[in-house]
């Protein structure tokens, strides 16, 4: 069974920064695309970030763009998010997401991990 | 404000049939396929429908989803319990080159 596991969150006080991590088990996690998204207290989800399964293609939300950087590790299996300039807005639940195509073009987040809780706060 | 243009909540009785509607724009719903999912409180959301209308293995076939030019809705009938939940859809932007989600959908069980 797939199954994505993050760590890393905390409190933190604006400015800082903070290093998240997801670790990828029952797929083969070099062959996929994944994303963070992040769910602030008592509102909707909002997608973050992109990375290809080769890291060769990388998309950011204009809201965290030149603050967060995400990157891979495909021989450990992990997913990272490192987050700079962190702000009280920046406040979530992150989600590590996989990514699956079909019908060649269609694509859909379909594997969640149950999220690290990051708070801002002074 | 969200991308994706969903009611912030629906309602029903037991064994009802709901609709959840989400608006988008060509960019998005009109260029692409819609995904919906369901979160529970405090839990992580779970994906109900892919590719517009596909259902994975253990969602049952009381779901269903649509779309048609740039909205798409979900379709929930024989309404139970627990359904009840916020529901998102969800679809890929090609001009802004990420995903988007509508705001979600408060549904509640009567």
């Known amino acids: 069974e797939a199954q994505l596991v993050e760590s890393g969150g905390g409190l933190v006080q604006p400015g800082g920064s903070l290093r998240l991590s997801c670790a990828a088990s029952?797929?083969?996690?070099?062959?996929?695309?994944m994303n963070w998204v992040r769910q602030a207290p008592g509102t909707g989800l909002q997608w973050v970030s992109y990375?290809?399964?080769?890291?060769?293609?990388?998309y950011y939300a204009d809201s965290v763009k030149g603050r967060f950087t995400i990157s891979r590790d495909n021989a450990k299996n992990s997913l990272y998010l490192q987050m700079n300039t962190l702000r009280a807005e920046d406040t979530a639940v992150y989600y590590c997401?996989?990514?699956?195509?079909?019908?060649?073009?269609?694509?859909?987040?379909?594997?969640w991990g149950k999220g690290t809780t990051v708070t801002v706060s002074s | 404000q969200s991308v994706l243009t969903q009611p912030p909540s629906a309602s029903g009785t037991p064994g009802q049939r709901v609709t959840i509607s989400c608006s988008g724009s060509?960019?998005?719903?009109?260029?692409?396929?819609v995904n919906w999912y369901q979160q529970l409180p405090g839990t992580a959301p779970k994906l109900l429908i892919y590719?517009?209308?596909q259902r994975p293995s253990g969602v049952p076939d009381r779901l269903s989803g649509s779309k048609s030019g740039t909205s798409a809705s979900l379709a929930i009938s024989g309404l139970q319990s627990e359904d009840e939940a916020d529901y998102y859809c969800?679809?890929?932007?090609?001009?802004?080159?990420?995903?988007?989600f509508g705001g979600g959908t408060k549904l509640t069980v009567l």
């Open positions: 997401v996989r990514e699956d195509t079909v019908f060649t073009n269609y694509y859909y987040m379909d594997v």
């Open positions: 029952g797929f083969t996690f070099s062959r996929y695309t």
């Open positions: 990375i290809s399964s080769s890291s060769s293609t990388i």
């Open positions: 060509r960019s998005n719903i009109g260029s692409t396929a």
């Open positions: 590719s517009n209308n």
């Open positions: 969800a679809t890929w932007d090609g001009s802004l080159n990420g995903w988007v």
